[in-house]
């Protein structure tokens, strides 16, 4: 069993962009059309999710949130305001784990246990985030990407499979293991920039490995009418790269492989 995420959050939302939180409720909302089409191609191959729900999102279309429940999805917590962890004091982040907790139990009824870090930004400096994370709640986090290479995210040497961790259940984002190599096969950039059969190989690495897949997506992945921000043209490859293929891909995915929520598969 291998479990799908979707971290609930506007194309503007995105750190890449470089929005200010201030001026998002201008901006044009495209997260319910992208959602609902998402909660069909789940529907179409009976699969359920967890939702990493945006705490700012929860307040801003709550229906929604309500929605994504009612289908019999995981609800879980992406913070409220979409700030990486790295750029947070812990003051800062305690507020907005308790602020997004806040508005997203104003729209569902099971307990949130799961918290995934924009950017995935539990790294070595961020590490005091764990206790204020189990301070409030949360089972398990799904924030750790055990790879050295990127300069916003990572722990080289983290481990690869589901772990227990200063107290909290390590949900690590997933990578394949070849030839001594972490190479990453779990979704988001990594599954518009490789061919899909690379993608899919990487994944039945990591199942023989012994490991689930945990694999991650957003709602704007697979929106290519979204407004287009100017950024570097490295930035702008990885970021719109390969939009119009990620619905059909992801279609073949659930074809491929069994998903459940995370939850499920830690017993929750
Ligand atoms: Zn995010």
């Given amino acids: 069993m291998n479990a799908i995420s979707i ?41 359920k999710a967890t939702f990493f729900v945006l705490g700012w999102i929860a307040e801003r279309v709550p229906e929604l949130v309500r929605e994504i429940e009612k289908q019999g999805h995981e609800i879980a917590t992406h913070g409220y305001s979409h700030r990486l962890i790295t750029n947070m004091s812990p003051e800062e ?26 950017s995935f930004t539990i790294t070595k400096k961020t590490l005091w985030a764990i206790d204020i994370l189990k301070k409030h709640g949360i089972k398990y986090d799904s924030s750790i990407f055990p790879v050295g290479f ?12 589901i772990h227990e961790f200063m107290g909290l259940i390590e949900v690590p984002l997933s990578v394949a293991e070849i030839m001594g190599k972490r190479i990453p096969c779990s979704g988001g950039g990594y599954f518009r920039l490789f061919p899909y059969n690379i993608t899919k190989q990487l994944m039945k690495k990591c199942n023989e490995q012994g490991r689930p897949v945990i694999f991650y997506f957003h709602p704007w992945e697979i929106d290519t009418g979204q407004p287009r921000i100017d950024m570097p043209v490295l930035k702008r490859f990885r970021h719109y790269n390969n939009l119009g293929k990620t619905e059909k891909r992801l279609d073949k995915l659930l074809n491929d492989f069994e998903f459940v929520p995370i939850k499920k598969i830690l017993g929750l």
Avoid: M
């Fill in 7 to 47: 971290d609930l959050e506007d194309w503007f939302c995105a750190y890449n962009l470089r929005i200010d939180i201030k001026d998002w409720a201008q901006c044009e909302l495209r997260v319910e059309e992208n959602t609902n089409r998402i909660l069909k191609i789940l529907d179409n191959h009976k699969v």
């Fill in 93 to 118: 982040f305690e507020d907005d784990i308790q602020k997004s907790l806040d508005s997203i139990n104003a729209c569902v009824s099971s307990p949130v246990l799961g918290y995934r870090a924009p």
């Fill in 150 to 161: 990127h300069p916003d995210y990572g722990i080289a040497d983290s481990p690869l499979d």
